[in-house]
């Protein structure tokens, strides 16, 4: 499910937490991304104004944040509903903001609303919880050659005769 993030509602939120209490906004999207790479998901970040003016490193891991600012003399919850209405899949969506406005949006389009200090909390969970490790890849290529007539005669199976559901499928 594709993301939308609420900029500044939830770097705002962020700044109540005790780990997060001298963020910026460009670090914020950073922590974003990592979590949407560990989620395999894409996220689009809108902010309020124009963008800053410096050199500013990209964001990492690159591919998984988008962000976009709303301009000057819009705001970026204006631009959201916007993001939200034009989505031709809202139900996939899912909206990070405690703005009443824009999860009345949310759910006028049946996507789904998270409040920004929610997100904030499962994002942290997500970051502190070990990856699930891989699996190796002997799993994937099956029975080794040789093994599969040991495992038949362990386990009493004849390979000539189907297993009872089979063969009460097949008549």
Same mark, same amino acid.
């Given at each position: ?77 204006? =631009?959201?509903?916007? /993001?939200?209405?034009? %989505?031709?899949? +809202? ?6 903001? $405690?703005?009443? @406005? ?45 093994? =599969?007539?040991?495992? /038949?005669?362990?386990? %009493?199976?004849? +390979? ?6 089979? $063969?009460?499928? @097949?008549?």
């Amino acid at each position: 499910m594709p993301y939308l993030f609420d900029g500044y509602n939830l770097y705002h939120a962020a700044l109540k937490l005790p780990d997060f209490s001298s963020i910026v906004p460009r670090k914020l999207c950073a922590l974003i991304a990592q979590d949407m790479q560990r989620l395999r998901q894409a996220a689009v970040v809108v902010f309020d104004g124009t963008e800053p003016r410096g050199q500013f490193t990209p964001i990492e891991p690159d591919g998984f944040v988008k962000l976009i600012y709303s301009g000057p003399h819009r705001e970026a919850d204006d =631009l959201l509903e916007q /993001l939200i209405q034009r %989505n031709t899949a +809202p139900r996939r969506l899912i909206i990070v903001s $405690s703005d009443r @406005r824009i999860q009345k949006a949310a759910r006028r389009r049946r996507a789904k609303a998270i409040r920004a200090h929610e997100y904030l909390e499962e994002m942290i969970r997500r970051a502190s919880t070990p990856p699930r490790p891989k699996d190796p890849p002997e799993k994937r290529l099956g029975v080794p050659p040789g093994q =599969l007539g040991q495992w /038949l005669d362990l386990f %009493n199976i004849d +390979p000539d005769e189907p297993p009872d559901e089979l $063969s009460r499928i @097949r008549q």
